[in-house]
């Protein structure tokens, strides 16, 4: 068996620290720190396929404060010619006023709640496409379809949404689901794309393609670009629908939800 044993010297250095003093005596006092805040959340549009960069894509309506719809794209089919057979128009592609190419048509959605308790994003047809003067004249069975869904972000710390990756063909006066953010996920800003551009960074497949017109690019007057189709959005319309030499408009509603 092992001893342990404990010489004098020992044994004295032990009582010295024992009888020795056991606090120190302290004082303490607080002070404060303080910051203020004033503005708001940045409410800078930024481009889908390169976040990092600050753009202007035009007029849009938003929604929220610190949860937010950012911008929302207005769909174009564009001016077509009446035809008796079926046809499948697509969007124009969106365009900035600045040297930013055509990209496809998104939504930027914008959490800075910094509770990470998630989102979702949904899109309805309030009614079925008719002309805006005369309710009656509708264009029946017409069918908008949203395809090749993707959830780009400068911010790379927390995960990414969840969207749609089948195809949406819309039937007005259905919500359905375009992008979720779980728990966790979904804070700083994102940009849900629906296609891509030739020149995308991720390997997302290309779905624009430049507008022409007796063989020369068609410029838009507002922006001062080249058009671009996309053809990740379109508009399927019977050639069986009765059609008239006129607009038809309909009304798409853009819903950012918190989770309960």
């Given at each position: 068996?092992?001893?342990?044993?404990?010489?004098?010297?020992?044994?004295?250095?032990?009582?010295?620290?024992?009888?020795?003093?056991?606090?120190?005596?302290?004082?303490?006092?607080?002070?404060?720190?303080?910051?203020?805040?004033?503005g708001e959340y940045p409410w800078d549009k930024v481009d889908p396929e390169n976040p990092g960069e600050i753009i202007d894509p035009g007029e849009s309506e938003t929604a929220g404060k610190s949860l937010r719809l950012d911008?929302?794209?207005?769909l174009d089919f564009n001016q077509q010619v009446i035809s008796s057979e079926d046809q499948l128009y697509p969007a124009?592609?969106?365009?900035?006023?600045?040297?930013?190419?055509?990209?496809?048509?998104y939504v930027q959605v914008s959490d800075f709640?910094?509770?990470?308790?998630?989102?979702?994003?949904?899109?309805?047809?309030?009614?079925?496409?008719?002309n805006p003067e005369d309710q009656n004249t509708?264009?029946?069975?017409?069918?908008?379809?949203?395809n090749h869904s993707w959830a780009n972000s400068s911010n790379e710390k927390t995960g990414k949404p969840l969207v749609q990756k089948d195809v949406i063909e819309m039937n007005p006066g259905t919500t359905y689901d375009l992008a979720k953010a779980e728990p966790g996920s979904g804070e700083g800003t994102w940009l849900i794309s629906f296609?891509?551009?030739?020149?995308?960074?991720?390997s997302m497949k290309n779905t624009l393609e430049a507008m022409v017109s007796d063989g020369k690019p068609e410029t838009d007057?507002?922006?001062?670009?080249?058009?671009?189709?996309?053809?990740?959005?379109s508009l399927l319309v019977p050639g069986k629908t009765e059609k008239?030499?006129?607009?038809?408009q309909t009304v798409l509603t853009w819903t950012l939800s918190e989770l309960p």
């Open positions: 068996m092992k001893k342990l044993i404990l010489s004098p010297f020992l044994l004295a250095s032990l009582s010295l620290m024992i009888v020795g003093p056991l606090a120190v005596d302290s004082h303490a006092v607080e002070s404060k720190g303080s910051v203020t805040f004033e911008f929302v794209p207005t124009k592609a969106q365009l900035f006023h600045s040297e930013t190419p055509a990209r496809a048509n709640r910094g509770t990470g308790k998630g989102w979702t994003l949904q899109l309805s047809q309030d009614y079925q496409f008719r509708i264009l029946n069975g017409a069918v908008i379809s949203l296609g891509a551009s030739a020149d995308n960074q991720f007057p507002v922006y001062k670009q080249d058009v671009y189709v996309n053809h990740a959005v008239k030499a006129t607009t038809y």
